[in-house]
């Protein structure tokens, strides 16, 4: 990952670079063409201004002198051979006729006394006749004020340079931080993920960002969501081994105690130890598919599935009236009210919750009846919703309470497995809510989840 980032930072700096070059080609080429272009209409103006100082076949050479003066201002140094070869008129002997403080002028901004590049030489016509050549070339400048074009090459070449500084800087930084807000959360659940692999539940990865969620957020959020899942499944499998250990372990000895007593001839009454054996294998048989049923269970703990969006009113009357007939038969009532409101929930874990709920209630209940209500937490927000499930029944004290929560705790009037309460509260928990208990001995239970998001 790190490595694929940094060739695809190099890569835009290369193109940044090659940007650069491209531009500089076109803009300085352009600007070179120009100024050629310029130079080559001065030399024209001069050539036009030569010819135009010859007359009747002969040169005016006061006219003549001016053409070359005008060509020394323009910066040429140039000299002018007539048609049979011989020289006419040269930029230094205009030169010499000047006074000193125009030379110094000039010289301020031209080397007069350079000699160096080629001439080049153009053919001088008048009315179609040649009459000579003009030799010219460019007068080195002296370098104390530089020239117009230089400038605007530097300055050109320093705009790319700088814009290239910005351009790969921002690149680089940019690098820097993107390695920084993606590489590294990625390599930091790398790490976690390898310390899950080895064993280790206990990792939590925290979330870069509250506010601007992205989907390396929503990766760590659903990579806590699986450590978390393994975590519990690691405890619920060791917790459940020692607990079957331990449960198994009372029956297999009465079983053993019984089988033993008649091999001793202790009991002679064997109905009496078919019967104790008997009792305790349906023990073992209901152990067995308590098993079950928390597998069943936690295979819908683990797997977060997706929200549906239900009617809480409609949903609640399905479950309750599958059950009402057993409740009213009971001679218990049964009451529902809450308003039709859809709620984005995970209905099949709900389902398992509710039905726990109801079906302690009507366990532990035997006048009166069950009122379940509901309730939206806030208007707009869809997940918020509270259900609470109250009855008549015999109620807990404070000690009791403590413990239903627990796997395989059971009151003494239970008959079931004491798993129903451990169940709810890990699917309220996976499904980030709350549940809480109010009871009083003799009155009655009522069990409230409340889920906020
Ligand atoms: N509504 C209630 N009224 C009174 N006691 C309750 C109520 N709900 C739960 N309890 C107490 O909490 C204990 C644990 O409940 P839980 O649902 O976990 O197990 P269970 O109902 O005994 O067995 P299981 O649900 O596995 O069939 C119950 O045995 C009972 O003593
Ligand atoms: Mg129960």
New binding site residues.
């Given amino acids: 990952m790190r490595t694929k980032l940094f060739l695809a930072f190099i890569c835009i700096i290369f193109l940044a670079v090659l940007s650069n070059v491209v531009f500089e080609k076109l803009i300085i080429g352009d600007f070179d063409d120009f100024v050629r272009g310029t130079e080559e209409d001065q030399i024209y103006w001069i050539m036009a201004s030569v010819e135009g100082s010859y007359k009747e076949n002969n040169w005016d050479m006061t006219l003549l002198s001016e053409a070359v003066h005008w060509g020394v201002m323009l910066g040429f140094d140039a000299f002018v051979e007539d048609s049979d070869g011989n020289r006419v008129v040269s930029s230094s002997d205009v030169i010499s006729t000047m006074n000193p403080n125009m030379i110094d002028r000039m010289s301020s901004l031209l080397d007069l006394t350079s000699d160096s590049g080629e001439y080049t030489w153009y053919p001088l016509y008048v009315k179609g006749t040649e009459i000579g050549k003009l030799y010219i070339r460019l007068i080195e400048r002296s370098g104390i004020i530089p020239l117009k074009e230089e400038i605007f090459r530097k300055r050109g070449r320093d705009f790319l340079i700088i814009s290239f500084l910005i351009a790969g800087g921002s690149a680089l930084i940019m690098s820097i931080l993107f390695t920084i807000f993606l590489s590294n959360p990625l390599r930091r659940l790398n790490i976690s993920a390898r310390k899950i692999a080895s064993g280790d539940f206990s990792v939590q990865e925290p979330l870069t960002h509250n506010h601007m969620r992205d989907e390396i957020d929503e990766l760590t959020e659903n990579f806590n969501f699986m450590a978390d899942a393994l975590r519990r499944e690691d405890a619920l499998r060791k917790h459940l081994t020692s607990n079957i250990a331990h449960e198994l372990r009372t029956p297999l000895t009465i079983i053993k105690g019984n089988l033993e007593a008649i091999e001793d001839g202790v009991m002679s009454d064997t109905g009496k130890v078919m019967d104790n054996v008997k009792s305790e294998i349906d023990r073992i048989t209901s152990l067995v598919e ?1 098993i079950e049923d928390v597998t069943r269970a936690e295979a819908s703990f683990f797997k977060k599935g997706l929200t549906e969006e239900i009617d809480l009113k409609e949903f609640v009357g399905s479950i309750v009236e599958g059950m009402s007939e057993m409740i009213q038969e009971k001679g218990l009532y049964v009451k529902t009210e809450g308003p039709s409101v859809s709620v984005e929930t995970f209905p099949e874990k709900l389902h398992i919750i509710l039905k ?1 709920l109801l ?3 009507y ?3 035997d006048r009166g009846g069950l009122d379940i209500n509901w309730g939206v937490v806030s208007e707009n927000n869809k997940r918020g919703f509270w259900l609470s499930v109250k ?1 008549t ?4 004290n404070s000690d ?1 309470i403590s413990k ?1 929560f627990n796997r395989f ?3 003494p ?2 008959g ?7 169940i709810v509260k890990e699917l309220v928990e996976v499904m980030d809510g709350t549940i809480e208990v109010s ?1 009083e001995l003799g009155q009655g ?1 009522k ?1 409230r989840i409340r889920f906020e998001r």
Avoid at 393 to 396: I, R
Wanted: aromatic share 10%.
């Fill in positions: 308590g726990n079906s302690n209630s366990k532990f209940t009855d029944g015999t109620g807990m009791e239903i705790y059971k009151g009037a239970s079931g497995k004491g798993l129903g309460l451990a009871s239970t069990f």
